[in-house]
């Protein structure tokens, strides 16, 4: 019996591959850097290897040519409002809010900040109608809107 490899996502930043790391590990709090690959001890890092929520991500300093764009984003589920808010106001903080729970966050990653019951949410009434007019989303708006 062999063993599956693991798959990682790497992400693609400019220089600011440590920056973006350390935030995230701030906004989420359950994550670790694993390794940090440098040319030499002084030297920015080539590559960081790190955990979110029990998942692996490597954060590339590979320069300027490729950017982030919303083709790709991360989905944070959330069980209430106060995570959503929490969430929304760290990853937003020098980024761009978005529509329907996406933001950029400063680094240009984009964002998916969702309820855990969103497909529940839609699937009734005018829910998906509310959801499109919002930005960061509102579980009790969206559970008001699928009653109608």
């Known amino acids: 019996m ?49 955990t979110l929520r029990g998942r692996p991500f ?3 300093n590979g320069g300027p040519m490729y950017q982030f764009t919303p083709a790709v984003s991360l989905v944070v589920e959330c069980e209430t409002q106060a995570e959503i808010d929490r969430y ?12 329907c729970g ?22 009734r009434g005018g829910a998906m109608q509310a959801m499109l007019k919002m930005g960061k989303l509102d579980i009790a708006a969206l559970e008001r809107a699928g009653e109608d």
């Open 2 to 50: 062999t063993t599956a490899s693991e798959i990682a996502v790497c992400l693609w930043f400019d220089g600011k591959a440590e920056e973006a790391v350390a935030h995230y590990l701030a906004v989420f709090g359950d994550g670790a850097v694993t390794k940090v690959m440098r040319p030499r001890p002084e030297a920015p890092a080539i590559t960081v290897a790190f």
């Open 58 to 60: 490597v954060a590339l």
């Open 88 to 99: 929304w106001d760290q990853l937003c903080e020098g980024g761009k809010p978005g529509r």
């Open 102 to 123: 996406w933001l950029t966050d400063r680094f240009g990653l984009s964002w998916q900040i969702v309820p855990r019951a969103l497909p529940a949410l839609l699937s």
